[in-house]
Nanobody, 122 residues
Framework: QVQLVESGGGLVQPGGSLRLSCAAS????????MNWYRQAPGKQRELVAT???????NYADSVRGRVTISRDNAKNTVYLQMNSLKPEGTAVYYC????????????????WGQGTQVTVSS
């Protein structure tokens, strides 16, 4: 139905920047909310940022001011620009969307990407 592929992760020094991308593909009627989560080793998965279809955004307190979420509805893609990265930002970052597949009426489903590793270390 809907597949999500993240890219842009890697190793970055503290204070550096990374831009994550997540492209949705498949039989998509509409994508509503698009979200980024992260899961650090030994910790629970947490919501980092969310953007509605209309462009409204919300951020976790731990990243607000250093992270920007954006989306391109024409490309079914969501981005996460991360600046001033800290070592505690080391985690697997997951893309998550609420989407309506084609042929399913108006029923919304939640989808996850496979994750991309971000490591912040000197």
């Amino acid at each position: 139905q809907v597949q999500l592929v993240e890219s842009g992760g890697g190793l970055v020094q503290p204070g550096g920047s990374l831009r994550l991308s997540c492209a949705a593909s498949g039989s998509i009627f509409r994508i509503n909310a698009m979200n980024w989560y992260r899961q650090a080793p030994g910790k629970q998965r947490e919501l980092v940022a969310t953007v509605t279809r209309g462009g409204s955004t919300n951020y976790a307190d731990s990243v607000r001011g250093r992270v920007t979420i954006s989306r391109d509805n024409a490309k079914n893609t969501v981005y996460l620009q991360m600046n001033s990265l800290k070592p505690e930002g080391t985690a697997v970052y997951y893309c998550n969307v609420d989407a309506i597949p084609r042929g399913m009426g108006v029923r919304e489903f939640n989808y996850w990407g496979q994750g991309t590793q971000v490591t912040v270390s000197s």
